[in-house]
């Protein structure tokens, strides 16, 4: 562990507290998706597994079961718990995730772990593991999609996603602190490129979110 | 024995 990595992890768990807690203030889902966080439940319940399998810390357990538990309660709190369930607008959170992120990761992990572990080392708890890496780096994609849609993000809204982007360039900073200051470590070049493409993925939305910071003004994306 | 070291990661 280390101070990025820490930072990250917060930084994740402090955004999923903000759109909870802006999902109750607010006691409305515009401008949020359903979809990504539909995503997430499915990245961390093909990680986790080894939940089952392997213990690795008092943290590392209690943060996995937080994110599954939490995100499981932010879908709940959308698609079934009133006024906030009529609020969601589906038309608008469109995104064909089986199609365009389920499948094609699913695809391109079988491939990826055949070829790293052949059929003799082939494991399906680890395949999922890489699929599970594949599709968190694409995951956050509905809710952008959905924030260009409605344009005007509000202001709980842009600081839940700012608090998501900032958990993945911190954690790009920890792999760069682990390469540098621990004994045997290994690069791991899926995990890296998953990583970067996540966080470039959120490159547009804190310009704008800094450039409206700045402003003091409301927080709009261009068309 | 690549992978583990990625593991404890969230």
Not at chain 1, 79 to 102: G, H, M, N, R
Not at chain 1, 123 to 151: C, D, G, H, K, N
């Amino acid at each position: 562990m280390n101070i990025f990595r820490l930072a990250g992890d917060m930084s994740h768990v402090f955004s999923i507290l903000v759109l909870l807690l802006r999902l109750r203030v607010a006691k409305n889902a515009q401008g949020i998706s359903v979809r990504t966080h539909e995503l997430f439940l499915i990245v961390f319940l093909t990680r986790y597994l080894d939940l089952f399998t392997t213990f690795y810390s008092l943290y590392n357990s209690i943060m996995k079961i937080l994110y599954i538990v939490s995100t499981a309660s932010i879908i709940y709190t959308i698609k079934f718990q009133e006024p906030i369930k009529s609020t969601y607008d589906k038309s608008q959170d469109s995104f064909l995730y089986w199609q365009f992120a389920v499948a094609p990761c699913a695809v391109l992990a079988s491939v990826t772990h055949l070829i790293g572990s052949g059929i003799s080392g082939f494991s399906f708890i680890e395949l999922l593991w890489t699929f599970s890496i594949y599709l968190e780096s694409i995951a956050i994609l509905p809710q952008l999609i959905v924030l260009q849609r409605y344009r005007e993000v509000e202001n709980l809204t842009g600081n839940y996603i700012f608090f998501m982007g900032a958990y993945r360039f911190l954690y790009i900073l920890n792999w760069i602190y682990r390469a540098n200051f621990e004994a045997h470590y290994q690069h791991h070049w899926v995990v890296y490129i998953c990583g970067v493409l996540q966080t470039l993925l959120y490159v547009d939305f804190f310009y704008y979110y800094f450039k409206s910071k700045k402003s003091g003004g409301r927080f709009t994306l261009p068309t | 024995k690549e992978k583990e070291l990625f593991k404890d990661e969230l």
